[in-house]
């Protein structure tokens, strides 16, 4: 099956600094990327769309000053957390679509951001 | 709106069945799609169902009936290693899958 790899597993920073995690498909072409935050013992919560070649769209709620999204590639998006605090500690999982298929979705093994 | 619920926790016995719930309201329907989650890790796909009915896949099976925005998950001969969260997510038109809070579930010897 399709391969999402998503980098770094973990990751511990100070607060105020700035954390990039990267999602790469690597083996498919992904014109749409997601980004998903997930609170211990709670669901995926989507925080954007990311499409190739253009701004992400972001959902309600979400900073998307703070939470930088680019997908300059079509098996590459980065999410950029910016000026990081406590509140922002969570795990963070991108997903890529596989043509225009829904099912075609892969996720990403997660990236769990601690900030001191 | 999107709402999607189902059951917070559930807990069953190795080698029984166990069924768990999704009912679901979306503003567009691009089919119903089951995960397994364990702690820690990525989502795997299970299951999807964009028509009416049973789909079945080995020890694990998943139904849809749109008219009534519900759907389940079963698993059969239940094995420790069934043990994790169990996504019920929503495909919209949009392309987006919204997902339910999850169903964790513990299976006991």
């Known amino acids: 099956g399709a391969v999402v790899s998503q980098h770094p597993s973990r990751v511990i920073c100070k607060s105020g600094t700035s954390v990039k995690i990267e999602c790469r498909s690597l083996?498919?072409?992904?014109?749409?990327m997601f980004w998903y935050r997930q609170f211990p013992k709670q669901s995926l919560m989507l925080m954007a769309t990311s499409n190739e070649g253009s701004k992400a769209t972001y959902e309600q709620g979400v900073e998307k000053d703070k939470f930088l999204i680019n997908h300059a590639s079509l098996t590459l998006s980065t999410l950029t957390v910016t000026s990081a605090h406590p509140e922002d500690s969570s795990f963070y999982i991108c997903s890529a679509r596989e043509g225009q298929v829904s099912e075609k979705l892969f996720f990403g093994s997660g990236t769990q951001l601690s900030v001191l | 709106g999107q709402n999607i619920d189902q059951p917070t926790e559930m807990t069953a016995t190795e080698g029984a069945i166990v069924q768990i719930n999704c009912t679901y309201q979306t503003s567009g329907f691009n089919g119903l799609f089951w995960y397994q989650q364990h702690a820690g890790e990525a989502p795997t796909f299970l299951s999807y169902n964009v028509l009416d009915g049973l789909e079945e896949k080995g020890r694990f099976s998943s139904f849809l009936s749109r008219s009534k925005g519900y759907s389940y998950l079963l698993l059969k001969e239940l094995q420790m290693k069934d043990s994790a969260s169990y996504l019920c997510a929503v495909g919209n038109q949009g392309g987006k899958l919204i997902f339910g809070q999850g169903t964790e579930l513990s299976v006991k010897p």
């Open positions: 083996d498919f072409q992904a014109t749409t």
